[in-house]
């Protein structure tokens, strides 16, 4: 009985959900925040915050399979992306774990203390490593790997976009855009993609216009081997490669903060080279990157040293000058010191 009641209310949730995502979002972003500004206040304890945070996060990231699976067909004819099973469980996998690594990180430091907290990184960052290193080695399309792999639905446009959906793959193939494996081939010398003889649409729908990369997402095979493959081996090895560093070094040593530097502008280097090649949605992916490089100046030794007294400054400026935000300011303010600590490491981004 209980079971059959529980089944039927997960029912109404799930019916709920599928046909409230905008309103749904709203009490989601609520307890986000919620989660940033009760940090280290409740018992003095940042990894109730975590908590509240990690499960803000797995709950988005639930709602939107059930929003994903209620509109299957549409929303994967929007995304225009074709992942293997493999591929899938390994997002995943990945993407909880990035929603959950920080809570690890400090429940691991109050329970077992210093050495379990680094015992919990590695063991995380390895993982990551690996699995990203799977879905870039082994799994067709997903070359550049994003951070988190599974991102969040935009749901607030996601009403508009449904009902073009369904004309999206004849718009597209009229359009001469359209990428159905089954109707074209590729070239192997110069990744090309051509259409079948039977694969191409009827006369008067035809564009004459070749097939977008942008669309399919396949790389010339002399592009994969000479930059993708190492621009995104050298980002996905920077964690590993950083720990090995703080463990030599220590966490505020210069040479742990410029070799990780470095690492990160040299990736970023060779795909800029050839940033034309690249799908939309992985020149996003690289934009974000490149804004992630801001995170730098809030990482130890540089924030210590230079980051530290001139955004104090900035901030105490701010609320001495502009009316009304003085409180905000000073709130910020007494909350960078714990976040700078908590997420800012080089390996979390």
């Not at 009490?27 to 975590?50: P, Q």
């Not at 996060?57 to 059930?66: E, G, Q, S, T």
């Not at 790389?219 to 590993?240: H, T, V």
């Amino acid at each position: 009985m209980a079971t059959l009641e529980l089944r039927n209310l997960y029912e109404k949730y799930v019916k709920w959900v599928s046909g409230n995502p905008s309103a749904l979002g709203d009490v989601e972003m609520t307890v986000k925040w919620l989660s940033y500004f009760i940090a280290g206040k409740i018992n003095k304890s940042s990894a109730v915050s975590e908590l509240v945070y990690s499960l803000s996060n797995l709950l988005v990231f639930y709602n939107d399979r059930i929003i994903e699976r209620a509109n299957l067909g549409a929303v994967a004819a929007v995304a225009g992306t074709d992942s293997s099973q493999l591929a899938k469980y390994i997002k995943t996998a990945l993407t909880t774990l990035e929603y959950c690594e920080v809570f690890i990180e400090l429940s691991a430091k109050k329970v077992w203390g210093a050495r379990g907290r680094w015992f919990f990184i590695v063991v995380v960052q390895t993982i990551k490593c690996i699995g990203r290193l799977i879905l870039t080695l082994c799994c067709r399309g997903n070359k550049i790997v994003k951070n988190p792999p599974i991102p969040a639905l935009d749901r607030r446009n996601l009403a508009e976009s449904l009902p073009e959906a369904n004309g999206a793959e004849t718009a597209a193939a009229a359009a001469g855009t359209f990428h159905d494996h089954n109707q074209t081939v590729l070239l192997k010398r110069s990744g090309r993609v051509m259409r079948k003889v039977d694969g191409a649409p009827p006369v008067v729908a035809r564009s004459w216009k070749p097939l977008r990369h942008e669309v399919t997402a396949v790389y010339p095979a002399q592009y994969e081997g000479r930059f993708i493959r190492s621009a995104e081996l050298m980002y996905i090895l920077k964690p590993m490669v950083h720990l090995e560093c703080v463990r030599r070094y220590g966490m505020d040593s210069w040479k742990s903060y410029l070799v990780a530097l470095a690492i990160d502008v040299a990736s970023l280097r060779l795909y800029y080279k050839k940033r034309e090649d690249l799908s939309r949605d992985q020149k996003q992916e690289l934009s974000r990157r490149c804004v992630s490089m801001l995170l730098y100046l809030m990482r130890s030794p540089f924030y210590d040293r230079y980051s530290k007294q001139k955004i104090a400054g900035l901030l105490t400026a701010i609320g001495n000058n502009v009316p009304l935000v003085g409180t905000v300011s000073n709130l910020i303010l007494s909350y960078i010191p714990h976040w700078q600590e908590t997420y800012f490491y080089m390996w979390s981004s």
